[in-house]
């Protein structure tokens, strides 16, 4: 499974030229593979994501892990248990940092 997952992220770097966006997909199933089947991608993984929240989060979300539903619903739940609105809760972290 591993195998595929590298052999689906090289497919998607050949399929940038083309019109479609056949290289996102391919790209996306290839590091579900990978991140799947891979305790060192995993780890990594975790490590980029501290490093470069936005892009990681976003990632996720595109990807549907289940990591990143969880964290979405853990942070509506604490978002109604405050009774903050969306756009508080984001001044309020961005503060934070």
């Given at each position: 499974?591993?195998?595929?997952?590298?052999?689906?992220?090289?497919a998607?770097?050949?399929a940038?030229?083309?019109?479609?966006?056949a290289?996102?997909?391919?790209f996306?199933?290839?590091?579900v593979?990978?991140?799947?089947?891979s305790v060192?991608?995993r780890?990594?993984?975790?490590?980029?994501?501290?490093r470069w929240?936005r892009?990681g989060?976003?990632?996720?979300?595109?990807?549907?892990r289940?990591?990143a539903l969880?964290r979405?619903?853990?942070?509506k739940?604490?978002r109604?248990?405050t009774?903050?609105?969306?756009?508080?809760?984001?001044?309020?972290?961005?503060?934070?940092?």
């Amino acid at each position: 499974m591993l195998a595929s997952g590298v052999v689906l992220i090289i497919a998607a770097g050949l399929a940038l030229p083309l019109p479609v966006p056949a290289g996102a997909f391919l790209f996306a199933g290839g590091m579900v593979l990978i991140l799947r089947n891979s305790v060192r991608a995993r780890i990594r993984w975790a490590r980029a994501k501290r490093r470069w929240p936005r892009a990681g989060n976003l990632v996720d979300r595109t990807m549907r892990r289940q990591s990143a539903l969880r964290r979405q619903q853990r942070g509506k739940a604490r978002r109604i248990d405050t009774g903050r609105t969306d756009a508080t809760a984001r001044t309020d972290e961005r503060s934070m940092r």
